[in-house]
């Protein structure tokens, strides 16, 4: 396996703390979501993961549309992360991906590509078998549970 890259952080606090990246770009406080008894008002650890996810994501896809040829216009990604606590006391995530391409009509093209997509996303890799992902493809279900 080649090396790509090699992201850094330090996290001090936990969900009420800071992250800063090793190059200072990415430098917030975080706190949890009032949903979850915090006080808000900062960013958190689901919606950092959301982001991360929809983008790498959109990123597989691009990869997948360059390698078939297919034109899928400007993509965009709707990713929802929800955290859930077990009755073992664990904790777990299910996520949704919602992938719009509006450069493909066709529904079983679009649900191909975002299909292939999560067999060559990385987090999509790590994920699998360990974390439920529904994904959509312009509004049509391709994979998950609903």
Do not use: W
Not at 5 to 33: M, S, W
Not at 106 to 111: G, I, L, P, R, V
Request: glycine letters at 14%; proline letters at 3%.
């Amino acid at each position: 396996m080649a090396h790509l890259y090699t992201a850094k952080a330090h996290v001090k606090g936990g969900r009420n703390g800071h992250g800063r990246t090793d190059d200072g770009i990415l430098d917030l406080d975080l706190k949890r979501p009032g949903a979850m008894g915090g006080d808000g008002g900062a960013t958190n650890p689901e919606q950092l993961f959301a982001i991360a996810y929809g983008a790498c994501f959109e990123g597989a896809l691009a990869a997948v549309a360059r390698r078939t040829r297919v034109d899928v216009g400007q993509t965009s990604v709707d990713s929802t992360v929800e955290l859930h606590s077990r009755e073992d006391g664990t904790f777990g995530i299910e996520v949704e991906l919602a992938v719009t391409l509006p450069g493909v009509t066709d529904a079983e093209t679009a649900k191909d590509l975002v299909a292939q997509a999560h067999l060559v996303c990385p987090y999509s890799n790590a994920l699998r078998g360990n974390v439920d992902v529904v994904l959509s493809a312009n509004g049509e279900h391709v994979a998950g549970a609903r």
